[in-house]
């Protein structure tokens, strides 16, 4: 059984930095593409950041590019978003999410929330002064 297990979120003021975690277990999350996407209320789940398996690339949305950066730590199974100068644009409840079969999605699938397969419980990030 797949388990998503993020942490990490909290308050923080515009321009500061956080670091989400994504706990995974139940799968190798160095052999499955994984993402980070984020929700606020009223509205659909934005892709953020996702990473291949077999590389470590990332890859952005238009937003968070040259601020934020996945990365993923295989001797300890959990992605992490390093995200720095941070925007009340920002806030949100962020998810991990793992692809459900060990093909890499294409673009065009990626940046889709229903593509993915896995979902964590999700974790607040608030950035207000």
């Known amino acids: 059984q797949v388990q998503l297990v993020e942490s990490g979120g909290g308050h923080v003021q515009p321009g500061g930095s956080l670091r989400l975690s994504c706990a995974a277990s139940?799968?190798?999350?160095?052999?499955?593409?994984m993402a980070w996407f984020r929700q606020t209320p009223g509205k659909e789940r934005e892709f953020v950041a996702a990473i291949r398996w077999g590389n470590s690339n990332g890859y952005y949305a238009d937003s968070v590019k040259g601020r934020f950066t996945i990365s993923r730590d295989n001797a300890k199974n959990t992605l992490y978003l390093q995200m720095n100068m941070l925007k009340p644009e920002d806030t949100a409840l962020y998810y991990c999410a793992s692809w459900g079969t060990a093909n890499n999605p294409i673009m065009s699938t990626m940046t889709r929330a229903m593509a993915w397969d896995y979902w964590g419980q999700g974790t607040q990030v608030t950035v207000s002064s």
């Open positions: 139940g799968r190798t999350i160095s052999r499955y593409a």
